[in-house]
């Protein structure tokens, strides 16, 4: 099964309608998928929706739409979401939870879904459990993708971004054809701020300390599924079909 949804209720919220050529599954799915950055969660979103059939509910995409679209558009909650982000700010929870709450018909679509950036904290996930209540819905699992921290380290390091266009290489993965040299158009090749070993360090050390009190918040309600992420992405997928029962 492959999921055609464009996500439009989604990203843009109020009474706009999703566009779905995919037959509806005969088991949706509701996961929420957990794992820090460089461990390969969004490819495992992209496969588990083809196979699921589920939409994967990205807050990262939500905000994204929304510094794109004409601000006059916009509804309170996203305005002052975007006003934390331009200040350099973390956005609240009580924020963040009133943008998903606008979504709440989301978490009742038939095709199921996988929320990806929500929830951060054990008061977001409490905030979900009573809109899930709500809704007559309930979350099937959490999965928890795992990768050592070196690893990480050695994956997002060997990460080349082109000054110009921006497309992105990696060392190891996806090289360039010729060494510091974007293949598209022949801009110089460099290394991000926070690409380098010494920031994505700091940046997994802060992930893991604001993540452990969610994944222990999930593991008493004993719907948390650890998935090691270590390998190819399809010896990923197979681990976390298997955590899904599957």
Known sequence: MTSHCDRAAWLHGGEVKCA??????????RLVLLGAPG????TQAEMLSSRLGACQLSTGDVFRAAKSADPAS???VMRAALGHMKRGELVPDETVIDMVRERAACLRCPYGFMLDGFPRTAAQAEALDDMLRANGVKLDAVLDFELPMEHVVARLSGRRTCRDCKTTFHVEGKPPRAEGVCDHCGGELYTREDDRPESIRVRLQAYEHNTTPLADYYHKKGILRTVSADGAPAD???RALEALGL
């Open 20 to 29: 779905n050529g995919a037959a509806v599954p005969a088991r949706p799915f």
């Open 39 to 42: 461990v390969g969660k969004g």
């Open 74 to 76: 916009l509804g309170p």
């Open 236 to 238: 990923v997928f197979a």
